[in-house]
C-alpha cells in the first residue's frame, strides 16, 4: 500500500531518511552536500532553496512521495551542509549550473 498524506497534505516522516549523501568536490574550494530520498528508481526531482543562504529544508522530502520520486537535494555553494574555504569565491550563477551537470553526470542522471 503506498504511503499516504496526513491531514497536513504530508507524507510521513519516514520520508526524511535519506539513503544516499555525497559530498562533491566542485571548483574553487567549494564541497557539495547532495542528498537523494525517496525511490532510486522513482522520476529524479532536484530541489534547489532559495537564498541568500539558508540550505534544503530537513522536512521539504515529505512533500513527495516516496515511492515515486528519487529528490535530490543540493545545498548551494557556501549554505546549508555544502563547505567553502570563501563563501562568494566562485559563487555566480555559471557556477551553480555547472554543479547542477556535475550532479546530474555523477548521479546517473540522462536529463
Not at 555559471?94 to 546517473?108: A, G, W, Y
Request: aromatic share 6%.
Amino acid at each position: 500500500m503506498p504511503p499516504s498524506k496526513g491531514s497536513a497534505g504530508l507524507y510521513p516522516k519516514s520520508a526524511c531518511k535519506s539513503y544516499s549523501r555525497h559530498h562533491i568536490p566542485a571548483t574553487h574550494g567549494h564541497t557539495l552536500c547532495v542528498r537523494e530520498f525517496g525511490s532510486y528508481a522513482g522520476v529524479p526531482v532536484l530541489y534547489l532553496h532559495g537564498g541568500p543562504g539558508g540550505g534544503t529544508p530537513p522536512t521539504l522530502p515529505r512533500l513527495f512521495d516516496p515511492d515515486d520520486v528519487r529528490l535530490i537535494t543540493l545545498d548551494q555553494r557556501g549554505c546549508g551542509e555544502s563547505t567553502c574555504i570563501d563563501r562568494l569565491a566562485g559563487n555566480e550563477l555559471d557556477d551553480l549550473i555547472n554543479d547542477i551537470e556535475l550532479v546530474r553526470t555523477l548521479l546517473h542522471i540522462d536529463r
